[in-house]
């Protein structure tokens, strides 16, 4: 996931593009996606415009790649406290589905800077479009082979 995004964000123009996270976390070679890496949460929210955060997936809890759930909160979980560093009308996003409080506490995916509920919501309708599109591609290739007595 955030390979692809920050390569979706590079090609729509974004002007720069940060990464937070440990580093037993980042894909490897990072970097040379066009991306600046930050291992601390603090100077890597400076002035941010979006926060978009990732969910912690529990298999890498048990990878040891992570001391414990509460230690990942402590360090890059995102709460008032760490969005305050941001802009102010910085925006948090979320693909879903949210560990509250490990990743984000509630009060911020709920809040008021919040689009999580429609980015998720949009994600769903965007997905079905797109598979829409596909199979109907799909459906007028065989139809045009049929035509032509190929199938």
Do not use: W
């Amino acid at each position: 996931v955030a390979r692809s995004q920050i390569r979706a964000l590079n090609v729509l123009g974004a002007e720069e593009v940060r990464v937070i996270a440990p580093g037993t976390l980042l894909p490897r070679d990072v970097e040379d996606l066009g991306c600046t890496v930050e291992y601390d949460m603090a100077r890597g929210m400076k002035d941010l415009d979006v926060v978009i955060m990732l969910r912690l997936q529990k298999e890498r809890m048990e990878g040891a790649l992570l001391p414990s759930e509460r230690e990942f909160y402590r360090l890059y979980g995102l709460n008032q406290e760490k969005l305050g560093l941001a802009k102010p009308d910085c925006i948090v996003m979320h693909p879903g589905p949210i560990n509250r409080g490990v990743e984000i506490e509630s009060a911020v995916a709920d809040g008021p800077q919040s689009v999580i509920l429609n980015q998720v919501t949009n994600g769903i309708a965007i997905r079905m479009a797109v598979m829409s599109m596909a199979m109907g591609g799909q459906m007028a290739e065989r139809q045009q082979r049929q035509q032509e007595g190929l199938a």
